[in-house]
Nanobody
Framework: QVQLVESGGGLVQAGGSLRLSCATSGRTFSSSSMGWFRQAPGMEREFVAAIMWIIGSTLYADSVKGRFTISRDKAKDTVYLQMNSLKPEDTAVYYC?????????????????WGQGTQVTVSS
């Protein structure tokens, strides 16, 4: 049973920064990848970033490239999303996801496990 627990969400002004954390357990780290998605009210779930657990290769949505950084700490079984230069349009519930395959994916349906989500609100 894979468990994912997000933390670090909150309220921040436009231009500010926030770091989200995703604590994981029960994963097969040798053959998996992790991702962050976000969903605003009435909108579809949108890909943000993904990372290969073993080698650290990353994939970013165009909307966040250059502003957000995904990383992982193998010793702590934790994935992070560093969010800089935040914009009001970044406001959403952010979800951590785990995929039981090595390859990166930006498609929500490709992921097998999901956290409960953490709210990020960016004020103008």
């Amino acid at each position: 049973q894979v468990q994912l627990v997000e933390s670090g969400g909150g309220l921040v002004q436009a231009g500010g920064s926030l770091r989200l954390s995703c604590a994981t357990s029960g994963r097969t780290f040798s053959s998996s990848s992790m991702g962050w998605f976000r969903q605003a009210p009435g909108m579809e779930r949108e890909f943000v970033a993904a990372i290969m657990w073993i080698i650290g290769s990353t994939l970013y949505a165009d909307s966040v490239k250059g502003r957000f950084t995904i990383s992982r700490d193998k010793a702590k079984d934790t994935v992070y999303l560093q969010m800089n230069s935040l914009k009001p349009e970044d406001t959403a519930v952010y979800y951590c996801a785990a995929r039981a395959r090595y390859e990166l994916s930006g498609v929500p349906e490709a992921y097998d496990y999901w956290g409960q989500g953490t709210q990020v609100t960016v004020s103008s």
